[in-house]
């Protein structure tokens, strides 16, 4: 409690109004997903258990950044880390039921940018990112496109 002249203040997340307890989530929540890659893991999680390397791969993302971030991600409850004792050690990710839980938000998002941003051209570093985040559009790596749309 704070005290704010003769009066004292209840500044605990119980004291809290509603509309304050929702924008305080949306922060949080919006804090943690704005983080650079943190949405690319979880969208490549949701595949299933993905070892170190092949994230590292397929995000084009350096060693220490992925780290980072998945550290964050566990330390959140989002996805849980397995180290499997072989030789050499390997070490997967996947989702935990928080992480599984936005699975809606990256369908809305799925959804708004193909209704309201325009196809990318294939000339432009956002194509060219894209590309590095998610593979070729065609099947040179080998994609099974049977379940894209």
Known sequence: ???????????????????????????????????????????????????????????NVNTTTLTQRLNLL??????????????????????TEAGHALKPVLDSITEWSGKYLPELDDATPAAEESESLIGKPDDEQGHDHSNCE
């Open 1 to 59: 409690m704070a005290a704010v002249g003769n009066q004292t203040k209840d500044n605990s997340k119980a004291g809290m109004s509603e509309p304050c307890k929702f924008a305080r989530a949306f922060i949080q929540g919006a804090l943690l997903l704005q983080e650079k890659w943190v949405l690319m893991i979880v969208f490549r999680l949701q595949g299933g258990p993905t070892g170190f390397s092949e994230l590292m791969r397929k995000g």
């Open 74 to 95: 566990e330390k959140m409850g989002i996805v849980t880390k397995t180290i499997h004792s072989t030789m050499p050690p390997r070490t997967s990710y996947e989702l």
